[in-house]
């Protein structure tokens, strides 16, 4: 276990010079590989050797490797590429961790501690790790659209995903539902790039592009909000201030859509439980059990209706008072 940093290093460094693009069916020998990645042959082979024992790539000859199913993931090509991931664990976010003491003695992020400031606006100041971070969530856009393209749309007239990025989930629901009418509402910096993915999905006529902050400005009317994968950045205080700007806006009777994780409450390993530990060095946010969730919502005036497993996530549905 105390091993565990030295397999996200590796990994790290193979996403970075996207090693894994370069390997395919054909076993290809470690000094090919090591000039088209720009690395030192005998060191790159070392990682690989590693790699390959951890079940990432195959040596199939002595020196020579090919691809297999989890070298795949890292692909740059790859339709749910971990690469992007890979590279930002390796990176500031891996940095962010070497502050956990913090985190756990304060609650506070660790990585502010190490940066000097958080983690957003970590980003918004060096665009290439921006770059990286927007690449790595697209990565996570086709979970959250299945679930939310599963839901029952039909009792719905009009729909704004809070916090939507460049409207991929938004503009793949309007396309599944031409009765619906949207609102994408993100930060104006992101926003921006969302005008040509609403119009090649042929959906722009029945989708508004709104800019602004969900934490203080006014949200824009409807019968439904969405809120994927938002909720866990935050802590409960800063959750519920968003939850309260959704109720001040909301139809009556209308829902708050969260597609978000559901930590198991047994003693069960789980993904969800070391995530949310990152939630909280990275951002201060959490992961929260349902019992967590329930009373997360209670607290603004929510009550849950059910909750759905949705493939690696969960669906959320809550409706107001």
Known sequence: MLFGFMRTQALAVTATLGVADTVGDEARDVRDIAHEVGA????LYRLLRLLVSEGVFEEAEPRRFVRNRLSDGLRDSAPLTMRHIAMAMGAEQYRGWGRALHSVITGEPGFDEEFELPYFAFLAQHPAAGAVFNRAMAAGTRARVDALIAYDWSPHERVVDIGGGTGTALASVLAANPHLSGVLFDLPNVVGEAHGVLADAGVANRCEVVGGD????????????????????????????????????????????????????????????????????????????????????????????????????????????
């Open 40 to 43: 030192h042959e005998a060191s």
């Open 214 to 321: 969900f934490f203080s400005d006014p949200l824009p009317p409807a019968d439904a909000y969405v809120l994927a994968q938002i909720l866990h950045d935050w802590n409960d205080e800063r959750a519920g201030a968003i939850l309260r700007n959704c109720r001040r806006s909301i139809a009556e009777h209308g829902r708050v859509l969260m597609v978000d994780g559901v930590v198991p409450s047994g003693p069960e390993p789980g993904f969800l439980k070391h995530m949310d530990l990152h939630m909280l060095v990275m951002l201060g946010g959490k992961e929260r059990t349902e019992e967590e969730w329930r009373d997360l919502l209670a607290a603004e005036a929510f009550e849950i209706v059910r909750v759905s497993p949705a493939g690696p996530t969960n669906l959320i549905e809550a409706r107001s008072g």
